[in-house]
């Protein structure tokens, strides 16, 4: 078994354990005698499975009892997120962590500064959603407080993606709960969680829906701890250059092959009062819903107002993305493909991955809004020549 040393509860130490507790319903049979200390090393190793280092363990004794005895742990003038893991008996890595399930996870992010003594509970089955710190500092509460918001976002999330209908409502259950903890971390004055947030909000890095949100925490925390190492990861990770095409952007200027032959520059096939650019492909159920049913009307009645649509495929066949237009009776607009299949290079310029997908330009070329889909998307566009009617 891994060990780097152990202080058993029944030992005596010099001075009182930084970090002790007990662990209710702790089986030996199903999950290994020890608590494992992990350093992520990093931002955005934060929460990730097998990334961290593991420093040190705890031996849990007969009545689930752990300590730490004092001058064990690596110096922390600064604090610390460290994660407490437990792990199940047999497991062949002790730095695994398990996210599937944020109630059961098998770890919890600590905000440790030295000199603090901390007491912690939790159950072995629920680690994560059981975890309570005896008398916390205040970024530990903001960490049990962001835990609580977390469990009960993703409940929602499972819920609203049962329920959802397609794929359209699945990205945006997905879309609600990473919203609720960027709100978390908009909201709080604690560094450690407000990135324990935005880790939590995509273990895997997948910001492509919110990276307005991604910046703004950026530029927040840029402001008030640019030196702090993991600043300096959150700020490089949301440089707008290395985002996706955020709300109040100029559209890049890209030259387009169009339906017809011709190759035009954006700007030029920018209608005369807003124009929405529709990213979808012939084989994506919910785009070919949205061109007949939210697009195909919007057009009919708001074109001759000055709506411009102008459409681009993400497609390989010229033949199968011609039949889906024609179908969908989407060619009434201008379309546009590099007929490149996966890798479009216009994708890449706006830097997304994933449709359906739109961004909602003026004549400028401003975006004024992105990734608005059927009843939002047909609001948002009354709305807009309603405002104009009035002015």
Not at 159 to 167: F, P, R, V
Not at 300 to 313: K, M, V, W
Not at 330 to 342: I, T
Request: glycine share 6%; with cysteine.
């Amino acid at each position: 078994m891994f060990a780097l040393g152990v202080c058993l509860i029944t030992m005596t130490c010099s001075s009182p354990a930084p970090i002790q507790g007990t662990i209710s319903d702790w089986e030996p049979d199903e999950w290994n005698d020890y608590i494992y200390l992990i350093d992520p090393g990093s931002w955005s190793r934060l929460a990730a499975s097998y990334q961290g280092t593991v420093l040190d363990s705890f031996q849990i004794d007969e009545q689930g009892r752990f300590a730490l005895p004092a001058g064990r742990l690596p110096r922390a003038t600064e604090p610390q997120v460290w994660q407490l893991a437990l792990q199940p008996e047999g497991s062949e890595y002790l730095n695994q962590l398990t996210n599937e399930e944020p109630d059961s996870s098998n770890y919890f992010p600590l905000v440790y500064l030295e000199g603090e003594h901390i007491q912690i509970e939790a159950e072995a089955q629920r680690f994560q959603g059981s975890f309570t710190i005896d008398h916390p500092s205040v970024a530990n509460a903001a960490m049990l407080q962001l835990r609580d918001i977390r469990h009960l976002a993703f409940k929602e999330y499972l819920q609203e993606k049962a329920a959802a209908n397609g794929l359209l409502k699945q990205e945006e259950a997905l879309l609600n709960y990473q919203n609720k903890l960027f709100a978390f971390a908009k909201q709080t004055p604690q560094l450690l969680p407000a990135l324990t947030a935005i880790r939590w909000a995509s273990i895997d890095h997948y910001y492509e829906r919110v990276p307005e949100a991604l910046f703004a925490q950026a530029q927040k925390w840029k402001a008030k701890a640019p030196n702090h190492p993991w600043v300096q990861e959150l700020v490089a990770r949301a440089d707008p250059d290395q985002l996706p095409l955020m709300i109040g952007e100029q559209i890049p200027d890209a030259i387009l092959p169009i339906l017809n032959g011709d190759t035009i520059a954006i700007q030029n096939l920018l209608a005369k009062e807003i124009t929405i650019l529709d990213l979808w492909a012939s084989w994506c159920a919910p785009c070919r819903i949205e061109n007949r049913e939210v697009l195909g009307p919007l057009w009919e009645q708001y074109h001759s107002r000055g709506l411009g649509i102008l459409g681009y495929a993400l497609e390989a066949e010229r033949s199968i993305w011609l039949s889906a237009m024609r179908n969908d009776n989407a060619d009434r607009w201008p379309q546009a493909s590099h007929l490149n299949g996966d890798d479009s290079p216009f994708f890449q310029t706006l830097g997304i991955r994933t449709i359906p997908a739109n961004f909602l330009i003026d004549q400028q070329g401003r975006v004024l809004a992105k990734n608005l889909h059927g009843t939002e998307l047909e609001d948002f566009i009354v709305d807009f020549f309603q405002k104009k009617q009035e002015y």
